[in-house]
């Protein structure tokens, strides 16, 4: 990277680290180099394409659409979803090839900046699929507390890495700008006073 690319970046991430402050989330348009982003798309679709002759140990690490109740697609029926993945677990696991970007210097270095810390440890990653059509869509929820992704505070940070893009046509997450400020102990009476996480 240049000079001149490189302070453009760090202004960027500046910016992003500034709204991901004050609203719970930021933007950065290539926080990956697209060699890891062709890469990832690569190795994922790979095991889309094999799925039938997966391990057990991977196979069980997978969250299939057929797995999931019609009303997350508007009604589109388990068995109209073939093969689709939805989820792929504990993905460094299951996909070895794809550890190299999860520890890959300029996201940990947003991470650093982000969380104002040097103190890091990796936590959790998978991967979501929305796939054209069957893809299911995912309610509102909160991150923290939760039963699957979250340390026991609210000390971390999700770094979503958008392999083929996100808008509104297509099932782009959405956000609810600052509801990242409540307490620690308000979001977990939120989810205890409803039983669930
Ligand atoms: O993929 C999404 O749109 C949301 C993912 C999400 O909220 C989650 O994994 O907790």
Redesign the pocket.
Known sequence: MSRENSKNQSKIIEEARQRYHKNGFGIIQKGVSDGNVELAIRVIEDIQSMVNDLPPGAREKLVMERDLPARKRGGIEPCETGNAIFIINDLPEVLPELAALLIDPQLIEIVRLFLETEDIRYHFS?V?M?RGRVGSG?SW?R?FP?Q??CPARSSFL?L?ICLDG?DAGN????FVAGSHLISDEEAVGAVSSRGGG
């Open positions: 998978n979501t929305k995912i929820h991150d939760n699957h992704i999700r979503m996100m099932g782009a997450t959405q």
